[in-house]
Every structure is written in structure tokens, then in C-alpha cells.
């Protein structure tokens, strides 16, 4: 059963060997999921692509007894994802790329597909050397990939996470707000209670991690994570107008130039 491919000048015998074979024309669906970006984007990108629903999707997504099935098929997930504080436990674990997948992929299969291609992506990595979990890895690469343009940025905002999370400060890193925000559908709220949300020193955020991921990191970024920069930056700071970052270890010197660039782009 199934569709197949025939011309006029294909001799009756051609086409009952076609078919004898089972050489049918698998239809299939192409999409593209972009570095950064959340599980909610993800749902949005299935279900523009598939006969699915955005609701279907995350409901996939917040299966618990299929969520336990992919941790005992990917090495590289953990009991760390059950945590339930977490939104969705397969955030930072979907790798962003461009996908083809069959027409009539199940929600699940779609995800394995995912999951499979994110395998191949992180053992071409080498993780031997670093003293943190694959959980953690991502969690920081995920904040990395939102926060740096590029190779050199990224490797540098990881630099600075190390550096608080020893000196036992909060990463404060706005980009786990904002993550916050879109899960819960409401406007950003840096002061938000949430173990989200670096911004907090008093929900005890102070030299942690977020709970998970914030978004689905690229390789760069998880790379950047296991290279940071060789530098020892403390304070970070963006020019809203370019989207330059400046960094520095004195925080005098920080808050001068953040100042410096609130007046220039209040002129611009």
C-alpha cells in the first residue's frame, strides 16, 4: 500500500515489478528550527508544518511516561529534566536545524528525529574535561546562545558565567526573565520569583544555574561552554542601539560605561 511514481512509457511488467517491490514515493514535510529558540517556537513550527496542533505538540512534550522512554534511549539525558520545576523537560535538548521528515510522522517520531540528530551533534563534541553535568552544559549554553552574536562573544558570556557562578554571584542574565515570561504568557519581570530567573538574589539564584535550558542551543555555543574565553570578565553590558557588548572586571568601570551608552543611545 502506498503512492507510487509511474510514467506512460513504463512497460505493464515494469510497473508490477515497481510495485511488487514496495517502491513507494514517500512524501515527506521540511522545516527548520532556529538556534535559540524555545519548545513553544517548536510547537508553532510542527504544527505550521504538520496536521498537528500547537497544543498536541506540547502535550507530547509534557508526556511524563514519553519523556521516561527518551531518557532510557539518549545517553544524554538524565533524571535532571524530571525535575519539576522545569517547564519542558526536552528543552535545550531539540537541536536547531533543518529537518525532513515524513508527512505522516506521529508527534513522537518527530522528536525522535530531533533527538537522534542531537546525539550526532554532541558526540562530535568532547565533554571528558569539563567538571559539569550534560544538564548544566546545555543550561549555560542555552543562555549563552541568546545572550552572544558571535564566536567571540559567546566564549566570553560563558567566561563570565563561570566567573559568578566561583565568586557565588547571581548570573543575572535577562534572557532568563524573558524566558520566563513567555512560558507563563506574561509580560517580563526581572524581579519575577522564579528558579528561572538569574535577576534574583534572594530565591536563591546566587552562584546557580537556572533549574534547565532557557532555549535549544547550537553547537557553537555548547562548544563556547567547553572553551570560554581566557579571560576573567565579571560584568557585562550592551549597547541596545548596536547590540555591541562590552565587558569588564571593575565594576566601576562597568557602570560607566553602561551609563555611556544609555546616553548614546538616548541621542540616536
Partial sequence: AGKYTLNRNMKPSEILEKIHKGDVTLETKTFTFVEGKNVLDLAKVIASTFSYTEEEVKSVLKNEEFIKKMIEKYDFL???????????????????????????????????????????????????????????????????????????????????????????????????????????????????????????????????????????????????????????YIYFVANTCTGENFFNVDLMEHSKKARELKEICATN
Fill in 78 to 232: 538524565t533524571e535532571d529534566v524530571l525535575n519539576g520545576n522545569i517547564y519542558y523537560a526536552l528543552e535545550g535538548y531539540l537541536y536547531p536545524d533543518t529537518y525532513e521528515i515524513l508527512e505522516d510522522a506521529s508527534i513522537e517520531e518527530i522528536l525522535v528525529k530531533i533527538l537522534d540528530n542531537t546525539k550526532v551533534k554532541l558526540s562530535s563534541l568532547d565533554f571528558s574535561g569539563s567538571n559539569y553535568s550534560m544538564h548544566d552544559i546545555l543550561t549555560m549554553a542555552s543562555i549563552v546562545e541568546l545572550e552572544g552574536s558571535n564566536a567571540d562573544d559567546r566564549a566570553k558570556f560563558a567566561q563570565v558565567i563561570y566567573k559568578r557562578l566561583e565568586l557565588g554571584m547571581t548570573l543575572g542574565m535577562d534572557t532568563t526573565a524573558k524566558y520566563v515570561a513567555q512560558m507563563e504568557g506574561k509580560n517580563v519581570n526581572y524581579s519575577v520569583m522564579s528558579p528561572y530567573n538569574t535577576r534574583r538574589v534572594d530565591v536563591g539564584m546566587a552562584g546557580k544555574l537556572p533549574v534547565g535550558p532557557i532555549g535549544n542551543p547550537s553547537l557553537a555555543a555548547v562548544d563556547a561552554v567547553l572553551h570560554p574565553s581566557d579571560t576573567d
